[in-house]
């Protein structure tokens, strides 16, 4: 029970920590700490084929192509750009506004039940494995056509136009 | 097994809906606060992770596998969303030489 606690402090401190650093590349390696609490939020619920994925897919290939782009971008001389002080506190300000409302909406809902896992294997691969391919079987395919279409995207955005160049 | 299962179960459903309502606020801050287009896009990021651990954690609470399919989905979404949103910022940045997003103010009037 206190694992949870302490892990979604460390969620919380890291993912401020994210944007408060000034330097992009540290704002990246704090953002892989947070990714890596949230899989061992995952790994507490039994939720083991989502552990892994995010283990794969969020820190391996998008935090690493974050990296890579901030590679290229290359932008270690110039200072990063700041906000001026009356803007930063208006968002802070307008995001407290939005987790007070959560929050108060939460208050109202009134006394929560704890979670509790009746099925053990219910994020295991196998289980999810059969409802994936028997239900949200056309899902599943339009999203194949999604990242084909997203590759043929992002390929086409960054490469330069001949005509220009 | 028995352990993990025994280590949430004294945990309300109301902690994880604070804790994520919380990531999800701070992605929001992050959006507002920062001008270097690369971190808005990382606190999206944090944004959309929190709704996943949200999803988790009601899918855990009914017993129903439905919403860790919806996560998968979301995965994948988010995996499309950066690989296209990474190739703007990389043809802005070979437009304008920056990635303030304050450059970018040719549709503001």
């Known amino acids: 029970m206190s694992t949870f606690y302490f892990i979604a402090f460390l969620s919380i401190f890291f993912s401020i920590l994210v944007i408060s650093a000034k330097n992009p590349v540290h704002s990246i390696l704090y953002l892989i700490l947070t990714f890596f609490t949230f899989t061992i939020h995952y790994i507490l619920m039994n939720a083991q084929f989502l552990a892994i994925v995010n283990f794969i897919v969020y820190m391996g290939a998008i935090l690493v192509l974050f990296l890579y782009t901030l590679m290229l971008i290359n932008l270690n001389k110039e200072s990063e750009p700041r906000k001026s002080n009356l803007v930063k506190f208006a968002g802070v300000i307008g995001g407290g506004c939005f987790l007070v409302t959560i929050v108060a909406s939460l208050k109202a809902l009134g006394v929560s039940h704890p979670v509790v896992l009746q099925d053990p294997n219910l994020g295991l691969v196998k289980n999810l494995g059969k409802i994936l391919f028997n239900e949200y079987l056309l899902p599943f395919e339009v999203s194949s056509i999604l990242l084909l279409s997203a590759m043929v995207g992002a390929v086409l955005l960054a490469t330069k136009d001949p005509k220009i160049a | ?109």
Not at chain 2, 39 to 55: A, G, K, P, Q, T
Not at chain 2, 75 to 91: D, F, S
């Open chain 2, 1 to 109: 097994m028995e352990t993990i299962s025994q280590n949430i179960q004294a945990i309300p459903l109301n902690h994880y809906i604070l804790l994520c309502a919380i990531v999800f606020s701070i992605g929001v801050i992050g959006v507002l606060i920062r001008r270097n287009a690369i971190v808005i896009f990382m606190s999206i990021e944090l944004m959309l992770n929190s709704v996943n651990l949200l999803l988790t954690a009601f899918s855990v609470y009914r017993g129903d596998a439905t919403g860790q399919v919806f996560v998968f989905f979301i995965m994948a979404l988010a995996a499309a969303e950066v690989a296209v949103g990474l190739a703007i910022i990389v043809m802005i940045y070979r437009n304008t030489n920056s990635i303030d997003t304050n450059v970018l103010n040719r549709l503001k009037w």
